[in-house]
Antibody, heavy 119, light 110 residues
Framework: QVQLQESGPGLVKPSGTLSLTCAVS?????????WMWVRQSPGKGLEWIGE???????NYNPSLKSRVTISVDKSKNQFSLNLSSVTAADTAVYYC????????????WGQGTLVTVSS | EIVLTQSPGTLSLSPGERATLSCRAS???????LAWYQQKPGQAPRLLIYGASSRATGIPDRFSGSGSGTDFTLTISRLEPEDFAVYYC???????????FGQGTKLEIK
């Protein structure tokens, strides 16, 4: 059973960079799947941030593309999210997730981590 | 970018009743790229349906998905107390490659 666990600071200052890591257990990050980040602002819906393949190929949400970098560390079986120039609008629960066996849906999710942007 | 609009925003029903949730796309969606999720407070979303009509592993058969083109439906045949939650539809688009979600339907106990 694949498990994902997010980690990182829960508080980031405005104009700073939000950095999160997702540790993958129960399976290899090189298993021909896309790994992604999704966020949910308080009381709001879900927003896809971007995805990465173990080769390093990435796709990003066009609305966030200028500020987002997703990277993978195969040696540690984990992938990471960096979001720069954050504002209060970036306050959200951030989830990491995996592309499903059938593709085009997300079957495994982390439990989510709340990141607050505030001075 | 394809926009997904879910209706109703809130659905009030009683256990044992049938629930019908709608997801309408701003342009045609490949059925293979349409999924449904359930989210309970404080939890991550759970995949219910993928490919518009295939149940994910471990999902009870009271959940079913249907539809094609721009109109998709999630049906819960007989509501159980644990089914009251928020439901999201999601689609994958290729140009550019990205996922988008509907705004959600809250299914509440009447």
């Amino acid at each position: 059973q694949v498990q994902l666990q997010e980690s990182g600071p829960g508080l980031v200052k405005p104009s700073g960079t939000l950095s999160l890591t997702c540790a993958v257990s129960g399976g290899s990050i090189t298993n021909n799947k896309w790994w992604m980040w999704v966020r949910q602002s308080p009381g709001k819906g879900l927003e896809w941030i971007g995805e990465i393949f173990h080769s390093g190929s990435t796709n990003y949400n066009p609305s966030l593309k200028s500020r987002v970098t997703i990277s993978v560390d195969k040696s540690k079986n984990q992938f990471s999210l960096n979001l720069s120039s954050v504002t209060a609008a970036d306050t959200a629960v951030y989830y990491c997730a995996r592309d499903s066996e059938a593709g085009y849906s997300l079957d495994y999710w982390g439990q989510g981590t709340l990141v607050t942007v505030s001075s | 970018e394809i926009v997904l609009t879910q209706s109703p925003g809130t659905l009030s029903l009683s256990p044992g009743e049938r629930a019908t949730l709608s997801c309408r796309a701003s342009q045609s969606v490949t059925s293979s790229y349409l999924a449904w999720y359930q989210q309970k407070p404080g939890q991550a979303p759970r995949l219910l349906i993928y490919g518009a009509s295939s149940r994910a592993t471990g999902i009870p058969d009271r959940f079913s998905g249907s539809g094609s083109g721009t109109d998709f439906t999630l049906t819960i045949s007989r509501l159980e107390p644990e089914d009251f939650a928020v439901y999201y539809c999601q689609q994958y688009g290729r140009s550019p490659p990205m996922y988008t979600f509907g705004q959600g339907t809250k299914l509440e106990i009447k």
